[in-house]
Each structure stands twice: as structure tokens, then as C-alpha cells.
């Protein structure tokens, strides 16, 4: 009798755990919200520019392409201002193009009006460490890349 007693109340207890780690699981992964935010849009400045910024500041841009990681990198383009602020672009309907910012997980996206429905556009970026990671360093380091490849040519050229 008490033992019977003893396995109903550990079948609820399991059941009960069961549903809690459900509900739990449900909540961790329901963030899909809509947020007040602006998206950071930004562009390196000319190379030309950045070249100098970097000459003044003592850095070989052969460090940047051979040594340096992403997260160097990015901190090298915020610290110095290698970059400069897009204006937001408009649409067709002349409104500007990101019409609502949603969150989904750790991760920011458009929602655009679309034929009277919603959907998904472009990930964005909030902050500009973000923006910087996920949009700049790439460019940057494909630009250096670029220019040491021109200099070495026309070096040769010589």
C-alpha cells in the first residue's frame, strides 16, 4: 500500500518535472520580440584615408592582413574611427528602409511590410561593436589586402 502510494507520487513528481522542463524550454526559446531600437549601419572610410590613419597611429597595415584576429581588428576600427555612420537609406514608399527590428534568440532582424503581410529581411546590428564585427572587419581586412597587393604590383612594375 505504501509502496504503491510511494510510485503514484513519484509518477506525479516526474510528470510535474516533465511539464516544468517543457514550460522552461518554451520560455528560453520564445524570443522572438520586437524592439525599440535603431540599426547601426556603417561603412569603412577610404583606404586612402585609413592608410594614413594608421601610418599616424604607428601601425603596418602588413599586421593588420598577417597578424591580427577579428576581434583585433574590430577594436582597431573603433579605437581609431576607421569607419563612418551609413545614412539610412529610404525605400519606395519613402519611409526608411527597416520598418520594425525584432529580436529572435541573441539576433536582430528586419520585419518589413510586405504585400500586406510581414517578413524577415536583413540581420542588423544595434550596437556599433556589432556592426563593426559583423559587417567591417572582413571589408577592412579584404581592402589592406587589396591596396598591399596594388603597392607590391606597382613595385614591381618599377
Known amino acids: ?8 507520487e513519484l509518477k506525479k513528481y516526474k510528470e510535474e518535472n516533465e511539464q516544468l522542463k517543457k514550460e522552461n524550454y518554451d520560455l528560453k526559446n520564445k524570443h522572438v520580440v520586437m524592439v525599440d531600437e ?19 597611429n604607428n601601425i603596418d597595415p602588413r599586421k593588420i592582413v598577417d597578424e591580427m584576429g577579428s576581434n583585433e581588428i574590430r577594436d582597431l576600427i ?14 519606395n514608399n519613402g519611409k526608411e528602409s527597416c520598418d520594425i527590428i525584432v529580436k529572435i534568440g541573441n539576433k536582430f532582424y528586419e520585419l518589413e511590410k510586405y504585400y500586406g503581410d ?16 559583423y559587417e567591417l572587419v572582413d571589408k577592412l581586412y579584404d581592402e589592406i589586402g587589396s591596396y598591399l597587393r596594388k603597392l607590391k604590383k606597382e613595385s614591381n612594375d618599377e
Do not use: C, H
Open 78 to 91: 573603433l579605437n581609431l574611427n576607421l569607419y563612418k555612420e551609413k545614412i539610412p537609406t529610404k525605400n
Open 1 to 8: 500500500m505504501i509502496e504503491q502510494y510511494v510510485l503514484d
Open 38 to 56: 535603431t540599426p547601426k549601419r556603417g561603412e569603412l572610410k577610404p583606404i586612402n584615408n585609413i592608410i594614413e590613419i594608421l601610418n599616424e
Open 118 to 133: 510581414y517578413k524577415l529581411e536583413n540581420q542588423v546590428s544595434i550596437t556599433w561593436e556589432d556592426e563593426v564585427y
